[in-house]
């Protein structure tokens, strides 16, 4: 494999793919069902043909695929691939970089001419993040046939529009969701190459990180519904101030990560009040919830610890509230066998690498219950992501594709 060609591949992809962003100068914003991730996708299935991939399409969900088919009849499929939306106001590399990846290991493997015992699938995935819906990881629950129709009409954006509704405007239509689910038994792996998104490797020094595990999540809307009254008149025994409860929610969330005491985090990353006016006692206020942790034991803690909070606001004040649970997701095991084959490929090639856990969520947790699923960090700068200054090295990108290569031509050899 040409190192400095592949490098020079990934570079040059994922400089043109960053510049399909909603706002540029701050960041990457590529959201499901928008325009820059319609031109993605066209740039994707471009670059998926000219590596020699075949039956190159977007599905109903607006995933782009390509095939490597088998040389051998009636055989399963290896899978590869990662997610091409964004978060906003996000980096460059989170998600995107697996793609461009996937695509190099899938002209590598082309190249090479290799007798392949498994057909290969490249995908890039739609809607990973939720960052529109909340849920996340609706182009492989497609795959999986996780995608409850249900969801697809009640959960909708910030202005109210659903998915169904944003599927009807790409061109597509949620009956066709149920016919996209794969037979999990013919799929031999799944791969995922993803930046690290975190400190551990970029403090360690270490080039490849091989995924143990992915930490379960819960990720949920809380709207507290209070009483607008008067700022200045009303007493502070008399208010249901919708703010006021959602805060001492928000403010415990540090507490009751620390207490679980194994790794486990609490974030609140949206917040949103009505009338959110500097004079008046807030008559709503809904607020996002994201707990995740190792052990489900500690999630199912903090989320009841935090509705104890939210009933003893509510009962003291008449104010009410309600949780919408928008995913909730048990943390997942990679595949042992395939850890064994990366790390032995890693000592081979005489790459720094360490074993770890992921605490960002990943369209990996979506396949690792139904086939061996096998994931590959690289470092990202300083642990920064979903933020503009998101960055990893081209030249880790491109050993973290020779890895997964000579582990799936290991693969195609067993
Ligand atoms: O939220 C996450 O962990 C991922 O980036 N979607
Ligand atoms: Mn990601
Ligand atoms: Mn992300």
Known sequence: MEMK???????????M???????????????PFSNEARRAADYLKEEMEKAGLTSVWMDAVGNVRGRLEADEPETQTIMMGSHYDTVKNGGAYDGIAGVVCAIETAKAIKRSGMHRRYALEIIAFNDEEGMMFGSG????????????????????????ISIEEWMHRWGSRPEEIPALALDADQIRAFFEIHIEQGPVLDAGGKEIGIVDCIVGLLRCMV???GRADHAGTTPMHMRRDAIGIASKVISRLDQLADSQDN??????GFIRAYPN????????????????????????????????????CCAETGAGYEVDIKLRQK???????????LCETC?????????????????????????????????????????????????????????????????NQE
């Open 5 to 15: 060609l592949v490098e020079e591949a990934i570079k040059e992809r994922l400089q």
């Open 17 to 31: 793919l960053r510049t399909f962003t909603s706002t540029p100068g701050h960041g990457v914003t590529r959201l």
């Open 137 to 160: 990881c609706l182009g492989s629950k497609a795959l999986m046939g996780m995608v409850d129709q249900n969801d697809i009409r009640r959960l909708n954006d910030e202005n109210g």
């Open 223 to 225: 709207t507290v519904r």
């Open 263 to 268: 790794g486990s985090v609490a974030t609140c």
């Open 277 to 312: 006016a500097m004079n008046v006692i807030a008559e709503t206020c809904e607020f996002t919830m994201d707990l995740r942790s190792r052990e489900e034991e500690s999630i199912e803690r903090m989320m009841a610890e935090a509705e104890t909070i939210l009933k003893d």
């Open 331 to 341: 943390p997942v095991a990679m595949s042992r066998p395939i850890m064994d084959i």
């Open 347 to 411: 000592r081979e090639n005489e790459y720094s690498f360490q074993k770890m856990i992921s605490g960002a969520a990943h369209d990996s947790m979506i396949f690792a219950d139904k086939t061996e699923t096998a994931m590959v960090f690289v470092p990202s700068r300083e642990g920064r992501s979903h933020c503009p200054q998101e960055y990893s090295e081209y030249g880790h990108l491109a050993k973290a594709v020779k890895i997964v290569y000579e582990t799936i031509v290991k693969m």
